[in-house]
């Protein structure tokens, strides 16, 4: 009688049927990598492969290291010692923590209207009252581009606690009513480490890499990436931090030059959905700054109706996308922010 083979278990059995499947994809690996692809060795990876306004992988250093890296508290941030960064990733020179003693700390946050320049404008601040006061004060730029008021949140409850600020102001707007990709930056999840691991490895895989570019479904963009209600809550949690730090604060609504036209590169990305009321949805939330500034008792410096006011000057105070400032308008602004000083006392003599 011939022996009944020995069964094999079901863990040998999983075993042998995984073998077929990972020689199947280490070849296909293997013949992507040798046909070159992605084309122009161009590999997605981190969070230059995010979506926005702007190709992020075109800001890069001199060596093609793209200069945002992905962050799981604040999303995406600017790498260290690249394109003007410190050690902190914060675009400017270094900064000593603790904070040297008698040293009146000013930190801006705020989105690329912040964080860019050149010379923006938390540089020319800082540069006025050095002038006239060497030592005695610094102006920390802590604005990220694309960022929205959810992050600047994040930074001010994560980060900043530690920089010692005197005062911290506060410049969104822009970035939280444009049309969320998908979920709103507080649906946002926050994964686990080894997830975040496995994800950052699979971006390094072509294959993982060819299948996404095959498969794109119909995103549908209906709602901020910031509400209303969100941005007020935001403001206001970001006063009740300041509070807790000792810290005075800011908040600057967002001056823009719609009224002369809305950039063509916004229709065209999605970041608005009715071109006939982008306008007037950027005012909503600067009214929002207003309101709840006049709630919380938070001085308010209302650069749009300043600007707006300016009507000879005010298309020479910003670039060509009516949304960053131009070289004048950081100017402006700088001195803005230094007329409030001197006219609330904050400025010692020397």
Not at 67 to 95: A, Q, T, Y
Not at 233 to 251: H, P, S, T, V, Y
Not at 331 to 350: C, F, I, N
Request: glycine letters at 8%; charged letters at 25%.
């Amino acid at each position: 009688m011939t022996p009944k083979p020995a069964e094999l278990s079901l863990g040998r059995k999983i075993l042998f049927s995984l073998i077929p499947v990972c020689t199947l994809l280490l070849v296909l690996e293997g013949g992507l990598r040798l046909l070159g692809y992605p084309a122009a060795g161009v590999e997605p990876a981190g969070v230059e492969t995010m979506e926005f306004t702007f190709p992020l992988e075109e800001w890069r250093s001199d060596d093609g290291v793209a200069f945002l890296e992905r962050d799981p508290v604040l999303f995406w941030r600017p790498r260290p010692h690249l394109l003007g960064h410190n050690s902190r990733g914060l675009f400017g020179p270094e900064i000593a923590v603790p904070k040297p003693p008698g040293l009146y700390r000013v930190v801006c946050l705020g989105d690329s209207c912040t964080h860019l320049g050149p010379r923006p404008y938390p540089q020319r601040f800082g540069e006025i009252l050095e002038h006239y006061r060497p030592g005695r004060y610094e102006v920390v730029n802590a604005g990220v581009l694309g960022w929205t008021s959810h992050q600047g949140l994040k930074r001010l409850l994560t980060e900043v606690p530690e920089w010692q600020p005197d005062l911290v102001t506060v410049y969104f707007g822009w970035n939280d009513h444009w049309l969320a990709h998908g979920l709103r930056d507080s649906q946002q999840p926050v994964p686990a480490p080894w997830r975040e691991a496995l994800t950052r490895l699979a971006r390094h895989l072509r294959t993982v890499q060819a299948l996404a570019s095959l498969y794109r479904p119909e995103e549908e963009r209906s709602q901020p990436r910031v509400t209303l209600d969100e941005y007020g809550a935001n403001l206001r949690a970001m006063k009740r931090q300041a509070d807790r730090l000792g810290a005075e604060i800011w908040f600057l609504t967002a001056p823009q030059a719609f009224d002369r036209g809305v950039p063509r590169f916004l229709l065209e990305s999605g970041e608005v959905g009715d071109p006939q009321r982008v306008l007037e949805m950027h005012r909503a939330y600067n009214q929002v700054v207003r309101r709840v500034g006049s709630e919380l008792g938070v001085l308010v410096v209302d650069l749009e109706r300043e600007i707006d006011a300016m009507a000879g000057e005010k298309e020479t105070l910003f670039e060509l996308d009516h949304i960053h400032l131009s070289d004048s308008g950081r100017t402006l602004v700088a001195a803005m922010l230094y007329a409030r000083m001197l006219d609330l006392g904050k400025l010692d003599r020397p």
